[in-house]
């Protein structure tokens, strides 16, 4: 299987392409003042994904990795087994579809019955029971140091990318101590984290060492996503939902959200986090950080 890498950013895998032309489209309009305005606007499309011959899900998403996204899909949603040989992945862009080969024989009809919708943006769906093997997660205890995570933040905002182009989506980085390693957007936070599932799956990278960045809210999904790949750390811009805290000290995840230039909160794993810079000598986060104009 033969997948693009985007190397335009310096030490990144693989970074955001906002230039590229599928991705986003001029529409014009007015603006407050009744001046004429032509922005742009990110692209959606539909992305079937298949398992051998069972038509799984049809997601909406702007099709940059939609290989990665297929198989970080059928990861995640334990379709594709640890075990598993992939014999194919054959993306048809006429057809906007995904076909995912193994050697084993599968079948979801069950599975696929049971139907959840969850809070992620453009309305993300999981199968079966969404906790269905996570009380035998235990994550490792892994030390997170604050100066990582300013780091991160500070180098993440300032990526060029769909959402400083074009507002209106959610961006996800895998990431290993203070260094961003492959960041993905989607129009859902659920779509960017498997398409880092996916990359995972596909280049064999482990996860014991990782920190998950999102721009989005730390949900249930968020939650149970980052642990079941075996991800100790999940970190965002945004905030909590009670559940998703609850999962994450079940499995020992360390969460920290509301990131916003030298002030962050830590709602699980705050044993783990250690302290190794004066937050007054972190530059605050200030409109140089975020898209001038339209937001997510």
């Known amino acids: 299987m033969q997948l693009a890498v985007n190397r335009d950013v310096a030490d990144y895998v693989i970074a955001p392409d906002p230039a590229a032309p599928r991705l986003t489209r001029a529409v014009d309009g007015v603006d407050h003042d009744g001046a004429p305005a032509r922005i742009r606007v990110v692209e959606e499309r539909p992305l079937t994904i298949f398992l051998n011959g069972q038509e799984i899900v049809t997601a909406m998403t702007i099709a940059d990795y939609p290989e990665y996204l297929a198989l970080g899909f059928l990861r995640n949603q334990r379709m594709l087994r640890d075990d598993d040989e992939i014999t194919g992945v054959d993306y048809d862009d006429d057809l906007e579809t995904v076909v995912v080969r193994t050697a084993r024989q599968t079948s979801y009809e069950d599975k ?6 969850t809070s992620g943006c453009a309305v993300g769906t999981v199968f079966g029971d969404m906790m269905e093997g996570l009380d035998q997660v235990r994550l490792p205890a892994v030390q997170v140091r604050s100066s990582w995570l300013y780091d991160l933040a500070a180098r993440i905002n300032r990526t060029p990318s769909l959402y400083l182009e074009a507002g209106a989506i959610h961006g996800t980085v895998l990431c290993r101590e203070n260094r961003p390693l492959v960041y993905m957007e989607d129009v859902g936070r659920h779509n960017a984290v498997d398409k880092i599932a996916g990359w995972m799956l596909h280049t064999g990278e482990g996860a014991a060492d990782k920190i998950l960045y999102t721009t ?7 939650v149970i996503k980052t642990a079941m790949m075996g991800i100790p750390v999940l970190a965002s811009r945004s905030g909590f939902t009670a559940w998703g805290v609850e999962i994450a000290r079940q499995v020992g995840l360390t969460v920290i ?28 986060e200030d409109h140089r950080h975020r898209r001038k104009g339209a937001r997510a």
């Open 112 to 117: 696929l019955r049971r139907k959840t919708r």
């Open 216 to 222: 989005g809210r730390l949900t249930s999904e968020m």
């Open 257 to 284: 959200g509301r990131m916003r230039g030298r002030r962050f909160v830590c709602l699980s794993g705050a044993e783990r986090l250690l302290r190794d810079v004066d937050p007054g000598a972190v530059e605050d």
